[in-house]
């Protein structure tokens, strides 16, 4: 089948509907980042993706196939909300995949859930939303050893009214490129911005947690955003950068991003209806 693209989104893709002697798994991935550097499978480097498709070959033999993701995270990064698919032999089915595959997994990746989905399911096109998580340490408790390792650990108080204040300008649909790494000029620098917001992060104190969602992420971009809206917090630079930046005003410039090891992909949404929606959903770097 193929699929069109809309303005400024991905060009049309051929994908084959049917595969014979297999069906097509969807997996929630949850993993602990400090290890990897990051999704995409590297040559003599430690991936997720690497991971999951030794895991794979090891219970399926060669007979896995395509495995993708909803999108990549950087090295350092983590996910409690991973979507991943692959092709796997009809000799298996969901649940004795799932148990093989947490019973071989290494201590910081755990499949969450295996679930059946058809065969033209993708995990990156088919996504309407993505969720990020973001948590930085505003006091010295950030610098345990239990929390270091999962937040920007900074050790001072910010003020959050002018962070939350600088956060509403980032919802609707705006041009992300000052909080990108790269263009992506295939895809376009717009994003859908649904749902941002700064709360104290729940039974972990001395930590905020900023959590976004947007139909679109570009390279970095939750990260350049966090940098940014923390140096509004440290009172660097004023609330209203964020329009400019929004405004791609010149000689104003993003903040250096925020650490990798602070951000979790937390979801990926999707319609209830897999072939629907797949204009959207195209970009899910991060």
């Given at each position: 089948?193929?699929?069109?693209?809309?303005?400024?989104?991905?060009?049309?893709?051929?994908?084959?509907?049917?595969?014979?002697?297999?069906?097509?798994?969807?997996?929630?991935?949850?993993?602990?980042g400090r290890d990897?550097?990051?999704?995409?499978?590297?040559?003599?480097?430690?991936?997720?993706?690497?991971e999951l498709s030794?895991?794979?070959?090891?219970?399926?033999?060669?007979?896995?196939?395509?495995?993708?993701?909803?999108?990549?995270?950087?090295?350092?990064?983590?996910?409690?909300?991973?979507?991943?698919?692959?092709?796997?032999?009809?000799?298996?089915?969901?649940?004795?995949?799932?148990?093989?595959?947490?019973?071989?997994?290494?201590?910081?990746?755990?499949?969450?859930?295996?679930?059946?989905?058809?065969?033209?399911?993708?995990?990156?096109?088919?996504?309407?939303?993505?969720?990020?998580?973001?948590?930085?340490?505003?006091?010295?408790?950030?610098?345990?050893?239990?929390?270091?390792?999962?937040?920007?650990?900074?050790?001072?108080?910010?003020?959050?009214?002018?962070?939350?204040?600088?956060?509403?300008?980032?919802?609707?649909?705006?041009?992300?490129?000052?909080?990108?790494?790269?263009?992506?000029?295939?895809?376009?620098?717009?994003?859908?911005?649904?749902?941002?917001?700064w709360s104290v992060?729940?039974?972990?104190?001395?930590?905020?947690?900023?959590?976004?969602?947007?139909?679109?992420?570009?390279?970095?971009?939750?990260?350049?955003?966090?940098?940014?809206?923390?140096?509004?917090?440290?009172?660097?630079?004023?609330?209203?950068?964020?329009?400019?930046?929004?405004?791609?005003?010149?000689?104003?410039?993003?903040?250096?991003?925020?650490?990798?090891?602070?951000?979790?992909?937390?979801?990926?949404?999707?319609?209830?209806?897999?072939?629907?929606?797949?204009?959207?959903?195209?970009?899910?770097?991060?």
């Amino acid at each position: 089948m193929t699929r069109s693209s809309g303005p400024g989104k991905l060009a049309t893709v051929a994908r084959s509907e049917h595969h014979t002697g297999y069906w097509r798994v969807k997996l929630v991935l949850h993993y602990e980042g400090r290890d990897f550097h990051g999704w995409q499978i590297q040559e003599d480097r430690r991936t997720v993706q690497g991971e999951l498709s030794a895991l794979l070959r090891r219970i399926c033999g060669e007979g896995s196939r395509k495995l993708t993701a909803a999108g990549r995270t950087d090295a350092g990064a983590h996910a409690t909300g991973q979507v991943a698919s692959a092709l796997i032999p009809v000799r298996f089915d969901e649940g004795e995949l799932l148990r093989a595959l947490n019973a071989l997994a290494p201590p910081d990746l755990w499949i969450a859930s295996a679930e059946r989905v058809p065969d033209s399911f993708h995990p990156r096109y088919d996504a309407v939303s993505r969720t990020y998580i973001y948590r930085v340490g505003v006091d010295h408790r950030s610098g345990s050893p239990f929390q270091a390792p999962w937040c920007w650990p900074l050790g001072r108080a910010l003020d959050l009214e002018l962070m939350v204040d600088a956060t509403h300008c980032i919802i609707g649909d705006h041009d992300f490129s000052a909080f990108a790494k790269s263009g992506q000029p295939l895809r376009g620098v717009r994003c859908e911005v649904l749902a941002a917001e700064w709360s104290v992060a729940p039974q972990a104190e001395g930590i905020l947690e900023f959590e976004i969602t947007a139909d679109r992420f570009l390279h970095r971009m939750v990260r350049y955003l966090v940098g940014t809206l923390v140096e509004i917090g440290q009172r660097f630079r004023p609330v209203d950068d964020m329009a400019r930046l929004l405004g791609v005003e010149p000689g104003v410039k993003a903040a250096p991003p925020a650490p990798a090891q602070g951000l979790f992909l937390a979801r990926v949404e999707y319609s209830t209806d897999y072939t629907e929606d797949r204009a959207r959903g195209q970009g899910g770097s991060e």
